[in-house]
């Protein structure tokens, strides 16, 4: 974790702390009134700090949401990033613990003129919920909670596009960061991953065996007797070089198949062992 990071994760835990003791001081609204969210009150896993809106059409421009997609935000809030993604034409879904938050974000949606089918949001436990159909996911957690759930993540399908706001999957780097500058002053970074296949292990080719060895999109290994280098996957997209060739394809389960250039043929097939 970067300097700047360690920093920001610091500042979080004391604006966390600090508005703890503000919600213990707080005295309760009247039931009869309008529910007002506060920023820093205390939720199940983490305290609501909402996204700045900038900081959402950001995330959702690197995840380049369409209509085609479902994205799904884990801890939605006051439904901000649900209701965003639906104004783009995507069907979009928020997963809260909080049954007031839940009740203000089906409010804010109507209030935007959409229905239940483009915007809808659930009482929910992140960890008891399956979000597997997304093609994307937002978030923003704490670091510990993106880790806890990243083998879930993991085990969606190639291609699903994930972004966090500011908060890390602790060795699984990713592969797109940006920060937006202007108005945004405090929680300004997106970080952008695709879930890439599973590859490791010893795959059959006729020109021999590709053994890979994978960490996350990162894949090394040997085609017969030559060094892998470069190899990266992003979705079911595979690339490497070997044997002064670059391969390139895609993984569609127990089979591989694609281009080479700079070698002796022009495609190439492989089968899982």
């Excluded at 994760?9 to 009869?32: D, E, I, K, M």
């Excluded at 839940?102 to 949001?121: I, P, Q, Y």
């Excluded at 020109?207 to 290994?221: E, I, M, R």
């Amino acid at each position: 974790m970067s300097a700047s990071l360690r920093l920001r994760y610091a500042a979080f835990a004391l604006f966390v702390a600090w508005t703890a003791v503000a919600c213990a001081q707080a005295q309760r609204a009247p039931a009869n009134s309008a529910y007002q969210p506060e920023v820093g009150q205390a939720g199940k896993d983490v305290v609501w700090v909402p996204t700045p809106q900038a900081l959402v059409d950001r995330m959702l421009d690197m995840a380049k949401v369409t209509p085609q997609d479902f994205v799904i935000d884990l801890g939605s809030g006051d439904g901000r990033t649900v209701i965003t993604a639906a104004k783009r034409g995507a069907r979009a879904m928020g997963i809260e613990y909080n049954p007031d938050m839940v009740a203000l974000s089906k409010k804010n949606a109507a209030a935007a003129g959409l229905s239940e089918d483009k915007a809808k949001f659930m009482k929910a436990d992140l960890f008891e919920t399956d979000f597997s159909q997304a093609t994307v996911i937002t978030m923003f957690l704490l670091p510990s909670i993106n880790l806890k759930l990243r083998p879930k993540i993991l085990d969606m399908k190639p291609g699903t596009r994930v972004v966090s706001n500011t908060f890390t999957m602790e060795d699984w780097e990713p592969d797109e960061t940006q920060t937006i500058q202007g108005d945004c002053t405090s929680w300004c970074t997106a970080l952008f991953w695709v879930v890439p296949a599973k590859v490791e292990g010893t795959w059959q080719m006729p020109s021999g065996n590709l053994a890979l060895t994978q960490q996350f999109q990162k894949v090394s290994g040997t085609l017969g007797s030559a060094a892998i280098s470069n190899g990266k996957l992003r979705g079911d997209e595979i690339s490497f070089d070997a044997g002064g060739a670059h391969y390139t394809g895609h993984v569609n389960g127990t089979s591989m198949k694609g281009t080479v250039t700079g070698g002796s043929g022009s495609t190439w097939t492989a089968t899982k062992r």
